[in-house]
């Protein structure tokens, strides 16, 4: 029985295929010796889609153009998926002692199914539904040593009626509406009593931080039906616990430790998490295990961090949160998964590096819930989650005025998801809280359930009642706010004191369109796509937003671009004007939240509009779907810097911005304003600066100028008291200033009435950039540095340097890639220096790529110099 106590297996791969097809019961598929000729071999958390993906099934590429419309699998006739598609696997159990059990667990269906074990049905799809809902089932009597069989007929999906999983505006809708077991099935094997939902709540002394008090939680269950007594034991941040349980026939005990029972879970000076720039994030681990009559019956393990996560109201009515007795300001966005949910940990692990490369603190998930690794990643970085339920769809339908009210059925799912996903979450000091309703806040009925389910699962974080400004009555006014914008508005806009602007906590908001660089947009786009994207406003584009959305045309966007830096002149000309713009706005959002942190309005929080995309996409996101980081990602890395210096659109006040809790001394700042020629039109140094940890200071504001040509600059530097750089920032202005309209403002715009005279910059002539690169080998990654330098003789500013790194000269683009900086503005005389970091891939040497706005493209090698262990 101790050998394979407590082993989880995941079904690893399946067969699938369509029920119109495979017509047979679940009888005969569950059996040895079924044929599966003709299905489809796919991975253990393969949707329908993401199986048809993987054996390529498709005639053309579904993420190019607007191929999805026409999805078809060679031979097929009708519509795929409005019938239950049936997943097969075979799973082997050892030869077991007596009082082995063997338990299959579902983590989620989309939208539900029935469950056949070597030709027995073992459940059926009215009681395993649901995205979220984790369900076990005993299948010890159906099993055998040997070989053994997993039949599931999966039910289709409908967002609108099911609750499952549905993408709104966000991309076109996947054509199998996510169908499948997206979060894997496993096979559990215990002894007769059971181990499951170990978590463990910590209490933290604030403000010393010097003491925290453990509480550990786990649940014992009596698979049999003869009684047992179980002795629980392990180790708990390196304390032993340990406690004996009586189990009648059937029954599940919570089994609790305590500095009242074991007096070692009082910890003195415990290590402490803290979100990114804050701190270091320690966890410590938990294992358990039971032992009846001797032997090893079940174990059970988690890993959790010491922290402690409390919110209020601001006096304006906005929510604050507090990270170990310290406000902090959320800097974060939204996070999409993959369209078809496919598993990639590898990419996960990539998408996390960016997150923390971008100087982010918050990932918000409104819906799309992700597994554990997920969370695990977010614990290890340093990376808060704010996670809930989807808006729109079923989920908000009982909550929307006209929206078809919940069935019993439907509250049962909902309970079972919340129930599951706050044992998934409560463990992880990442998270740090759950917004119960999105759009809408949830009725009465559903937001009491909610939270007394989140109560019954000792939830101990905030629980929000919505992401736009509504109540509840069990978890009271949301503190946030959701009045846009999400399409195209002007860097100033942040600024202002109205909607969207940087006061409160903004749940969602962004300029809208973020364009990628040209290479990806060839990958997403025919040649027709391509010139309508610059030539024609109004056209509608497939890869923009759901093509029956407001924000499937780009007309905002591409008005203003050519209002404010003239109209494109080809579609390189409008990419290269859309980096200027995506880059100038990400960074002004984020920049005035921070300028605001610590103001008697304060500004509390602001989740950008969105994070990544779930396919290829010209909308909302600070990465593209390739993971090539464009304008807006470099935007938002400026203004995310740990220390930083920034300029004010409203006040044109110079601010400095420390997110780290350490006070910064002796610092020195430059500022100088320059005309188009490069001359100085303004300058001022300030030494022996001090900047309090977490807190904003103002160091000067920059006077009403003559002689300043139509478009100019403003370049901010920041060093330490020995010199060495700490920030550095540029930013180009226009002396015509954008006019809002916001008396005519809607939910997703604020039109303009004027806007900003940038053309200017298309007059620059041309600057000479030098560039000189080499790489070093660190383990499994490459770190290339690039000194980027202009000579003093050059004609000119060198405008928004951006670099690239390939694999040989005509190799792929290294991707994913972390850089210090880029998007970079020189003067004649100056230089500077950046560094990215990739993974080691083949044995062509690393090619530099250099282009700009008036710098001439250029390639330069960048060979291994020398290789260091890391």
């Known amino acids: 029985m101790s050998d394979d106590a407590g082993s989880v297996t995941a079904i690893d791969h399946w067969r699938i295929q369509d029920s119109a097809k495979a017509q047979q019961g679940g009888a005969d598929i569950s059996v040895a010796g079924f044929s599966t000729e003709g299905w489809y071999p ?53 030869k077991g002692a007596a009082g082995r059990h063997a338990l299959l667990r579902t983590n989620g269906m989309i939208a539900s199914a029935d469950i056949w074990v070597n030709g027995q049905q073992v459940a059926d799809h009215g009681d395993l539904a649901g995205a979220y809902p984790v369900h076990t089932l005993d299948v010890t009597r159906w099993v055998h040593a040997g070989a053994n069989v997993l039949a599931m007929r999966v039910h289709p999906g409908d967002p609108r009626m099911s609750l499952s999983m549905g993408w709104v505006d966000w991309n076109p809708t996947p054509p199998d509406n996510n169908m499948g077991p997206w979060r894997g099935v496993d096979i559990v094997q215990t002894g007769p009593v059971q181990l499951d939902f170990p978590h463990v709540l910590s209490t933290l002394s604030l403000p010393d931080l010097s003491h925290a008090a453990l509480t550990v939680k786990v649940t014992a269950k009596n698979l049999d039906t003869a009684a047992h007594d179980a002795l629980i034991t392990g180790t708990v941040a390196g304390v032993s616990v340990q406690q004996s349980v009586h189990l009648a026939p059937g029954q599940s005990r919570t089994v609790s430790f305590s500095p009242d029972t074991t007096p070692g879970l009082a910890l003195d000076h415990p290590k402490i998490w803290w979100p990114l720039g804050m701190g270091e994030h320690p966890l410590y681990p938990l294992e358990l295990t039971a032992t009846v009559d001797g032997a090893a019956s079940d174990r059970a393990a988690a890993t959790f961090g010491i922290r402690s996560v409390t919110s209020n109201l601001t006096r304006q009515g906005y929510r604050q949160f507090f990270i170990n007795g310290k406000p902090v300001l959320i800097r974060g966005a939204g996070w999409a998964p993959d369209m078809f949910l496919r598993d990639d940990p590898a990419r996960m692990e990539a998408e996390f590096s960016y997150v923390a490369n971008l100087g982010l603190n918050t ?34 339908s009982a909550a929307r005025t006209g929206g078809s009210p919940w069935t019993d059925a439907d509250m049962k799912v909902a309970q079972d998801s919340m129930a599951s996903e706050a044992r998934l979450l409560r463990n992880h000091p990442s998270v740090i809280g759950f917004y119960i309703g999105s759009d809408n806040a949830p009725p009465p009925p559903i937001a009491r359930m909610y939270t007394d389910t989140l109560q019954a699962a000792d939830w101990s974080l905030p629980v929000i009642s919505a992401a736009v400004d509504q109540a509840t009555a069990e978890a009271g006014p949301s503190g946030m706010k959701m009045a846009g914008p999400y399409d195209w508005i002007p860097p100033s806009y942040w600024y202002a004191d109205k909607l969207g602007g940087a006061f409160g906590f903004d749940s969602e908001v962004s300029a809208g369109a973020d364009i990628p660089r040209m290479e990806d947009l060839a990958r997403m786009l025919s040649p027709q796509e391509q010139e309508a994207l610059w030539k024609y406003p109004e056209a509608r584009q497939y890869h923009a937003s759901a093509d029956w959305s407001t924000f499937a045309v780009l007309t905002p966007f591409d008005h203003a671009l050519a209002q404010r830096y003239g109209a494109p002149t080809s579609l390189a000309d409008y990419v290269a004007k859309a980096q200027l713009d995506n880059y100038d706005n990400v960074r002004a959002q984020f920049e005035a939240f921070n300028a605001r942190m610590d103001a008697a309005k304060p500004a509390t929080g602001v989740i950008y509009w969105m994070l990544n995309n779930a396919w290829p996409s010209l909308h909302w996101h600070l990465y593209d779907y390739y993971m090539n980081p464009a304008g807006a990602y470099f935007g938002a890395k400026k203004a995310n810097e740990r220390v930083h210096i920034q300029y004010s659109y409203d006040s044109r006040d110079i601010v400095l911005v420390n997110h780290a809790l350490d006070d910064a001394h002796g610092l020195q700042a430059g500022i100088r304003v320059r005309n188009l020629d490069g001359s100085v039109r303004y300058e001022k140094h300030l030494k022996d600066i001090e900047l309090a940890g977490n807190h904003t200071k ?50 997703y715009l604020t039109p303009l009435t004027q806007y900003a005279d940038l053309t200017a910059l298309r007059s620059l002539p041309s600057a000479t950039s030098e560039v000189r690169a080499s790489t070093r080998r660190e383990g499994s990654d490459d770190v290339t540095t690039v000194t980027l330098s202009v000579p003093a003789s050059s004609r000119a500013v060198a405008l928004f340097q951006h670099v690239s790194i390939r694999r040989g000269a005509r190799g792929d683009l290294a991707l994913p890639i972390r850089w210090t900086d880029n998007d970079v503005t020189l003067w004649p005389g100056e230089s500077l220096t950046l560094t990215a970091r990739y993974a080691s891939k083949g044995t062509a040497a690393p090619v530099v790529d250099v282009s700009g706005w008036n710098v001439a493209a250029q390639s330069v090698p960048a060979n291994v110099t020398q290789e260091t262990d890391h």
């Open 42 to 94: 796919v991975s253990g958390r393969a949707t329908v889609m993401a199986g048809l993906l993987e054996n390529h099934a498709f005639k053309n590429d579904v993420f190019y153009s607007d191929n999805l419309r026409a999805v078809q699998v060679p031979e097929a006739s009708g519509n795929l998926f409005v019938t239950p598609w049936w997943y097969r696997a075979e799973f082997a159990l050892p």
């Open 698 to 747: 103002s160091l000067a504001t920059l006077p009403a100028m003559a002689g300043l040509s139509s478009a100019y600059f403003v370049e901010l530097d920041l060093a330490s008291s020995d010199g060495k750089p700490v920030s550095r920032n540029v930013y180009w202005l226009s002396t015509r200033q954008d006019v809002l309209d916001w008396a005519t403002s809607n939910w």
């Open 363 to 396: 990932i918000r998930s409104e819906g799309k819930l992700e597994n554990q690794r997920f969370y695990d990643l977010a614990d290890r970085n340093g990376i808060m989650v704010l996670a809930g339920w989807e808006c729109c769809d079923k989920w908000e």
